[in-house]
C-alpha cells in the first residue's frame, strides 16, 4: 500500500497522505487502511511534512489549517489526485475557535487534527480509549477527503456527511455515507478517475 511517489507511474491517481509536524507511522498507516477501506479503486502513499511553524498563529497558539491546505496543495505531485493532512496540531479558521478538519470542496486538498479527537482531551480516564479514537478518526478522514471529491454537508445527523460542531456530533454519527451521498460519491470517484462517464445521481 505504502511507496514512495518516485515508483508511482506519471499517470496513475492516488491520494497523499501527510503526516504534518510529527505523527507517528501507526496513525498514518492506520489512516491510509481507512482511506484504501473506502476508496478501494484508490492507491495511497504516506509523506511527511516534517515542521508545521509556518502555520502557527502564536496569539491563538493554534495552527492555520487554511496555510497547512497551501503547503500541502504545494506539495501535492502533480498526478495526485488528492492530499490529506493529517495533525496533532489543534487547527482553526479565521472565524472559528476550533475546526476538526477543513477541506477545498471539489477541490485537491484537505486536512484534519488529532488533537479534538483523541479521548484524552475531554477526559483522562479515557486516554487509552483506542477504540473510540480510531472511529473519530475514520469518520473525520472520509468526511474531509469526500469534500475533495465534491461533496457537501448532508442534513442527517447518521451520515458522515453530516457537519461536526462538537465531538457528539462526530460520535453520534456513522464512519459510512447515508444511500445519497454513497452514491454520489461513488459517482464522484468515477468521474475522478476519468472512467467511462455513468448517468449522474439524481440526488
Ligand atoms: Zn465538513
Ligand atoms: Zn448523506
Known amino acids: 500500500m505504502e511507496q514512495s511517489s518516485q515508483r508511482i507511474k506519471p499517470l496513475e491517481p492516488h491520494i497523499v497522505l501527510f503526516g504534518v509536524g510529527g505523527v507517528g507511522r501507526d496513525i498514518l498507516i492506520k489512516a491510509s487502511r481507512f482511506l484504501v477501506g473506502h476508496c478501494p479503486s484508490i492507491r ?14 502564536e496569539d491563538r497558539g493554534q495552527y492555520d489549517a487554511k496555510k497547512i491546505l497551501r503547503e500541502l496543495e504545494r506539495r501535492l505531485p502533480e498526478n495526485a489526485l488528492k492530499g490529506i493532512g493529517v495533525t496533532w496540531h489543534d487547527l482553526f479558521l479565521p472565524m472559528l475557535s476550533y475546526v476538526y478538519g477543513t477541506a477545498q470542496v471539489e477541490g485537491r486538498c484537505a486536512v ?61 454519527k456513522n464512519s459510512h455515507f447515508c444511500p445519497s451521498c454513497a452514491e454520489l460519491f461513488q459517482w464522484m470517484i468515477e468521474k475522478a478517475l476519468g472512467l467511462p462517464p455513468q448517468e449522474a445521481p439524481n440526488i
Open 44 to 57: 495511497v502513499t504516506i509523506e511527511s511534512v516534517d515542521d508545521a511553524d509556518f502555520a502557527l498563529n
Open 112 to 172: 484534519f487534527s488529532l488533537r479534538r479527537l483523541h479521548p484524552g482531551f475531554y477526559s483522562p480516564k479515557e486516554t487509552d480509549n483506542v477504540e473510540l479514537f480510531d472511529c473519530r478518526i475514520e469518520k473525520t478522514l472520509l468526511h474531509e477527503i469526500a469534500h475533495t471529491f465534491g461533496l457537501t454537508h448532508c442534513h442527517s445527523p447518521e451520515c458522515v456527511m453530516f457537519s461536526s460542531c462538537r465531538i457528539e456530533d462526530t460520535d453520534c
